[in-house]
């Protein structure tokens, strides 16, 4: 007769018996609680790892928040958010736990503190269990180094936006400005915090734009010239060493905007008539105000075109026309004298318009051809200068 035996195990703390249990695999460690029966198990299980409090230091200016060793950039307005985040980072929930919810309750203690109430749910040895747990969160102000050196007037490089032979107007300065900040929020967008302006001068001869590196002074200087035209030259300047000796420079990139504009009327003085600029993107190309050929005029980076400018589409008036006489010409009336006046008639001037624009400079009266008109190869960024 075989003798059953009883393999049953029970629980050392309360005596009941304990289920059988799958065997950790070879090398898996033999956890010391898996003796315990679920109820004795879940009395002392904790859920939720969480700290007695969090600090947090968060910069005023910029929003930024201090982990670690650094400062992250998250754009904190809201110090409810800020406290919400954190604690998420600070909680950890016990791995054999499984179906994990949780939810947060802020509570406004005063204007530094906030009270973080978190409930966590689990699933552990397929019993669900709950938990709550309160985590006064303490708020602090502190400007990061990033907002230090920009209070501080800190910059490493200065982009000089001048014109040549001529005062930038001021869209092309404000566009200037623009490319700045934005390349500057596109490397802000990657996470680098080293990239900022930190000061816009207005001066009479133009606009500087202080910043952050060379680098960054190097990529506005190229892109605003690449955009608006013309050239620019690098001055650096040794201003200190570095704590390892190095030399650390600040280099100043002067921006010389070409003499010319989309949208001036320039005379070659070639004696074939005004032109229109529609680009100073490399070559100078525009429009032969007296015939609608396209003009292009090379020349060398920091040269200008010998011209005079004697007129912008700024200028231009509305005025009646009086007949359209065939494929060339059109008859206007001269907007100061009133007089009939026969001039080119430019592509984009229908057969049936009652008004065009028109211009007058010391040469004649000159059709303005629209912006969208067809002038051969002249590139019209007249939209991006204007």
């Known amino acids: 007769m075989s003798e059953t035996r009883d393999r049953r195990e029970f629980c050392p703390r309360c005596g009941d018996s304990v289920p059988e249990r799958e065997e950790p695999l070879p090398g898996e460690p033999r956890e010391r609680d898996r003796v315990l029966c679920d109820a004795c198990y879940l009395e002392d299980f904790e859920l939720v790892d969480a700290p007695e409090r969090v600090e947090v230091t968060v910069c005023p200016h910029c929003g930024a928040v201090h982990r670690g060793n650094r400062w992250v950039d998250v754009g904190a307005r809201d110090y409810t958010d800020v406290a919400v985040d954190e604690v998420s980072e600070a909680l950890a929930v016990h791995l ?26 689990g699933v552990v040895r397929g019993v ?42 001021p869209r092309e300065q404000s566009r200037a400005v623009e490319i700045a900040e934005s390349l500057v ?14 000061e816009v001068v207005d001066q009479p001869e133009g606009t500087d734009v ?40 600040r280099v100043t990139f002067a921006v010389r905007l070409p003499k010319f504009r989309p949208g001036d009327v320039i005379d070659p003085d070639d004696g074939e008539g005004p032109v229109l600029v529609r680009s100073v993107r490399g070559n100078l190309k525009g429009i032969r105000l007296a015939t609608g050929e396209p003009y292009e005029a090379a020349f060398e980076e920091g040269e200008t075109p010998d ?12 005025t009646t026309v009086v007949a359209v006489e065939d494929d060339n010409a059109v008859q206007v009336l001269d907007p100061e004298t009133y007089e009939a006046v026969t001039v080119a008639r430019l592509s984009g001037v229908d057969e049936d318009a009652e008004r065009v624009d028109v211009v007058k400079t010391d040469a004649g009266l000159y059709v303005v051809p629209p912006a969208d008109a067809d002038d051969g190869e002249a590139e019209d960024d007249t939209a991006d200068g204007e």
């Not at 054999?96 to 005063?110: H, M, N, Y």
């Not at 011209?307 to 509305?318: I, K, N, P, R, Y």
């Open 96 to 121: 054999k736990a499984e179906d994990i919810g949780w939810g947060v309750e802020p509570e406004q203690v005063d204007q530094n503190t906030i009270r973080m109430h978190c409930t966590f749910s």
């Open 128 to 169: 669900r269990v709950e938990e709550t747990v309160v985590v006064p969160v303490k708020i602090s102000r502190g400007t990061c180094d990033r907002c230090g050196r920009i209070s501080g007037g800190s910059y490493a490089a200065e982009v000089q936006i001048r014109g040549r032979d001529r005062v930038p107007d």
């Open 185 to 198: 929020a596109e490397r802000e967008a990657d996470g680098d915090r080293e990239s900022f302006v930190t």
């Open 210 to 249: 202080k910043l952050s590196t060379n680098k960054l002074g190097k990529a506005v200087a190229t892109q605003i010239t690449e955009e608006l035209g013309g050239s620019y030259s690098e001055a650096p300047t040794l201003v200190t060493e570095d704590g390892d000796g190095n030399e650390v420079y």
């Open 307 to 318: 011209a005079e400018t004697v007129g912008h589409v700024d200028d231009a008036v509305q």
